[in-house]
Each structure stands twice: as structure tokens, then as C-alpha cells.
């Protein structure tokens, strides 16, 4: 006769296993299978072993694959074994990532002479990558700047995006679920991606100062000049 822990014990030991170890823990039988087969334990396993953020959907679309054979979503064949939780599957992905790099499967994409040049000005330390883009703050002719690198389909796009306030230095930036802020002095700007990679300025508040100030800030994009 078998006896089962309570499928949240189960989900509680997942949380303390590698991924090795839920592999081989799922043999034990259906339920245990069944019960590892959970999001939070394979979004821990994702955090630990990539870095990975929570997201709303965390499978790479790999439609536009440029090695082949391509990752293929699993299927699962069974009525007993439940389908395969999005987190297992971007494991799954990411694992394949890490073997193609390690085998030095990858495209170099060229970058056009003036990108390389602004490239040149930007330390690698400060640039933060996403999902299909990198970004990175720089300066040039004494306006600070952020450069985003798009893949687009085997196609390396830039977009600039001028700091509203020119000549401050940005002290502060990071990504966030769905873009990415930063702080120059005590403006904090957020820009959201929307669809196509297209980043659009959400959120412009003085985050030293009562609420209702930052409603006076210009809806320009450069406030240089503009004074508290």
C-alpha cells in the first residue's frame, strides 16, 4: 500500500532539491510526479540556476529558432501525468541555452560602424539585459543617453532614449516585469515595452518631494530646465 504525504509537504521538500534530485524524486510515482510538477518549485530552480524574475509567462517563444532541431514543446501522452508547468518548460529552455553556449552554438549579429563606436563608451558592467533586449546608459556630447539592443528576428536593432534631464549622470536603473527605470537626482522615470520592443515613458515622479509636485513636471521629453 502507498503512502502519501500531503501534496504542500511534497511541494515543501521540492523547494530544497536540485533539479537533479525532483528529476529523480518524480519516479518515485504519479503523485509524486504529479506534485513536483509545480511552478514555484521549477521557478526556484530557475532563480538559482539563471537569474530568472517572476513573470507572467515564462516560456521563450522560439519561432524565430536559428539552430535547429529547434526546442520542441513536450507532450505529454499520458491522462494520469498533468501537463507540464510552464516553469519545467523554461528550465527545459534555458538548459538548452546553456548547452548551446557551452558548445559555442550561437550567431554573431555586426553592428554598424557608429553603434560600435557608442558601444565603446559603455562599461559592460552597466548593462542589464531582458528577455530580446540589452540596455545600457552611456554619454555622448554631453547627453546622457540609455541604448537598447533589439533582436528582432536575426536583426540587431538600436533605440535611443534621451534622460530627461540631459547632463545629470543617471545614478540609479534597473529592469523591472515589463521595462525598466532609473533615477537621475531625485527624478524617478519608468518606461514601459510594449509590443514590438517599443518602450513608452509611463511614469515621471520627484521622489524627494510630496506627491502632488511631481504633477507640476513638463510632459516634455527633455526637463532640462525646467525647475522644481
Known amino acids: 500500500m502507498e503512502i502519501l504525504l500531503p501534496e504542500e509537504i511534497v511541494v515543501k521538500i521540492g523547494l530544497y532539491l536540485d533539479a537533479k534530485d525532483v528529476l529523480s524524486s518524480c519516479l518515485v510515482s504519479k503523485f509524486w510526479r504529479n506534485a513536483l510538477n509545480n511552478n514555484k518549485i521549477w521557478f526556484n530552480l530557475c532563480r538559482k540556476e539563471f537569474w530568472l524574475e517572476k513573470m507572467e509567462n515564462p516560456i521563450l517563444d522560439v519561432r524565430s529558432c536559428r539552430f535547429y532541431p529547434a526546442f520542441s514543446h513536450p507532450v505529454n ?108 537626482s531625485n527624478l524617478l522615470v519608468y518606461y514601459v515595452k510594449k509590443e514590438n520592443c517599443i ?25 532640462t530646465n525646467w525647475e522644481t
Not at 123 to 141: H, R, T, W
Not at 145 to 160: A, C, G, H, S
Open 77 to 184: 501522452d499520458c491522462d494520469q501525468l498533468s501537463d507540464i508547468c510552464p516553469w519545467r518548460v523554461r528550465f527545459m529552455q534555458e538548459m538548452r541555452i546553456s548547452r548551446n553556449w557551452k558548445n559555442g552554438k550561437f550567431r554573431e549579429q555586426p553592428m554598424r560602424e557608429a553603434e560600435a563606436q557608442e558601444l565603446e563608451r559603455i562599461s559592460k558592467v552597466d548593462m542589464l539585459c531582458g528577455e530580446d533586449f540589452i540596455i545600457a546608459p552611456y554619454q555622448m556630447n554631453n547627453t546622457h543617453k540609455f541604448r537598447i539592443w533589439e533582436f528582432k528576428n536575426d536583426i540587431f536593432e538600436t533605440v535611443p532614449i534621451v534622460c530627461s534631464h540631459r547632463f545629470e549622470n543617471v545614478d540609479f536603473f534597473n529592469l523591472t516585469d515589463c521595462g525598466f527605470i532609473y533615477v537621475q
Open 199 to 223: 518602450f513608452t515613458r509611463q511614469l515621471r515622479v520627484l521622489i524627494t518631494e510630496e506627491p502632488t509636485a511631481s504633477k507640476n513636471i513638463p510632459d516634455d521629453e527633455d526637463i
